[in-house]
């Protein structure tokens, strides 16, 4: 019997991330991507040493009280770890690790398709080619909002943020942006900080959502807040769906306050988004795909398995969360 540490893998990983699983661990695989209900990832837990799952399992604090005690470690396939209760993870003795920085620059990729399919009515103007209801041009016909020149605001100034910035930067974009901590001026690159959200707010032409949700930043973009954009003004959101009120926003857009959104991410996705977004024309709406490329796929699982790699060494994983 190999003495190699048996690993949960709770969804089909790329074949290169597989591979390797297969060279240095025992791992419980999911050939056919199924989603385990919370019983069955329990019982499988029962077999193995750690868990690499995605954000599609849940682990809140009494999902993480039923582990098992041989589980040592989650090292999750995503940078947000908002689906584990770190504390409850604490209290219980677990290492939970993410996968930072591999996903900035395909995350970052999707947060410029949302502002630009927002921005020039994409969603609208695809529609209607599908359906073959474009039947005219006029100088008039499907006139969106210009991108180039205007101001591109961050919530959220960590990696993906920067390199949102920095690819807004391209458009001639002026960046402004609020995050806990002021960025030092080589990574500020120029950006203009504000110390508060809506401090923030009346500058954002396009405000695109970076932070992760916490207990802070849930329900942030609010009827409120959304008041302080100027009017016509644009919400991207790569991060969480809880950080944004749905019918706030729903209603901003409605009402033309704001000119569109562009978002990748939901409250109660897949299943269970607000409705009233698949009616809205001016919304560009995308199945949660901001690390979907194939090399950022492999890069996360390579990440999540050099955490494991650390940790089954007896040494401090680098993306180590709790
Ligand atoms: C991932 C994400 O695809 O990494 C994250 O936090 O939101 C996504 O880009 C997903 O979470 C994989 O588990």
Redesign the pocket.
Same mark, same amino acid.
């Given at each position: 019997m190999s003495d190699k540490p048996v690993i949960l893998v709770t969804r089909k990983l790329p074949d290169a991330v597989e591979a390797r699983l297969l060279r240095d661990y025992q791992p419980m695989l999911n050939p056919d991507d199924r989603l385990y209900s919370t019983d069955e990832l329990i019982e499988m837990a029962a077999k193995a040493e750690a868990i690499l799952p995605?954000? #599609?399992e849940k682990f809140p604090a009494d999902v993480i009280a039923r582990l098992p005690d041989n589980i040592r470690a989650i090292a999750n396939?995503?940078?947000?770890y908002d689906h584990v209760d770190i504390e409850a993870a604490k209290a219980k003795g677990l290492i939970v690790t993410n996968?930072p920085d591999v996903?900035s620059d395909a #995350?970052a990729e999707i947060a410029i398709l949302l502002m630009l399919g927002a921005a020039r009515r994409a969603s609208e103007g695809e529609r209607m080619v599908r359906a073959c209801e474009w039947k005219d041009w006029s100088p008039s016909f499907m006139v969106g909002t210009q991108v180039t020149g205007k101001r591109f605001g961050v919530i959220g100034m960590g990696r993906v943020g920067q390199v949102a910035a920095e690819r807004a930067r391209g458009f001639g974009m002026e960046i402004h942006y609020y995050n806990r901590k002021r960025l030092a001026p080589d990574l500020e690159c120029g950006a203009i900080y504000h110390a508060t959200v809506d401090d923030l707010l009346p500058h954002c032409d396009v405000l695109s959502i970076h932070c992760p949700a916490t207990k802070e930043t849930t329900g942030l973009i609010n009827r409120e807040r959304i008041a302080l954009m100027p009017d016509g003004s644009i919400v991207v959101n790569t991060g969480r769906g809880g950080v944004v009120v749905d019918a706030d926003l729903i209603s901003a857009l409605k009402s033309g306050k704001l000119f569109a959104a562009g978002l990748d991410v939901f409250n109660g996705e897949p299943d269970g988004i607000d409705p009233q977004y698949r009616e809205l024309d001016n919304v560009f709406l995308l199945p949660?795909i901001?690390?979907?490329t194939f090399e950022t796929r492999v890069g996360m699982g390579f990440r999540a398995l050099d955490n494991l790699d650390a940790i089954f060494a007896g040494k401090p994983p680098a993306d180590r969360v709790a």
């Amino acid at each position: 019997m190999s003495d190699k540490p048996v690993i949960l893998v709770t969804r089909k990983l790329p074949d290169a991330v597989e591979a390797r699983l297969l060279r240095d661990y025992q791992p419980m695989l999911n050939p056919d991507d199924r989603l385990y209900s919370t019983d069955e990832l329990i019982e499988m837990a029962a077999k193995a040493e750690a868990i690499l799952p995605c954000h #599609t399992e849940k682990f809140p604090a009494d999902v993480i009280a039923r582990l098992p005690d041989n589980i040592r470690a989650i090292a999750n396939f995503s940078v947000g770890y908002d689906h584990v209760d770190i504390e409850a993870a604490k209290a219980k003795g677990l290492i939970v690790t993410n996968t930072p920085d591999v996903l900035s620059d395909a #995350t970052a990729e999707i947060a410029i398709l949302l502002m630009l399919g927002a921005a020039r009515r994409a969603s609208e103007g695809e529609r209607m080619v599908r359906a073959c209801e474009w039947k005219d041009w006029s100088p008039s016909f499907m006139v969106g909002t210009q991108v180039t020149g205007k101001r591109f605001g961050v919530i959220g100034m960590g990696r993906v943020g920067q390199v949102a910035a920095e690819r807004a930067r391209g458009f001639g974009m002026e960046i402004h942006y609020y995050n806990r901590k002021r960025l030092a001026p080589d990574l500020e690159c120029g950006a203009i900080y504000h110390a508060t959200v809506d401090d923030l707010l009346p500058h954002c032409d396009v405000l695109s959502i970076h932070c992760p949700a916490t207990k802070e930043t849930t329900g942030l973009i609010n009827r409120e807040r959304i008041a302080l954009m100027p009017d016509g003004s644009i919400v991207v959101n790569t991060g969480r769906g809880g950080v944004v009120v749905d019918a706030d926003l729903i209603s901003a857009l409605k009402s033309g306050k704001l000119f569109a959104a562009g978002l990748d991410v939901f409250n109660g996705e897949p299943d269970g988004i607000d409705p009233q977004y698949r009616e809205l024309d001016n919304v560009f709406l995308l199945p949660h795909i901001g690390s979907a490329t194939f090399e950022t796929r492999v890069g996360m699982g390579f990440r999540a398995l050099d955490n494991l790699d650390a940790i089954f060494a007896g040494k401090p994983p680098a993306d180590r969360v709790a």
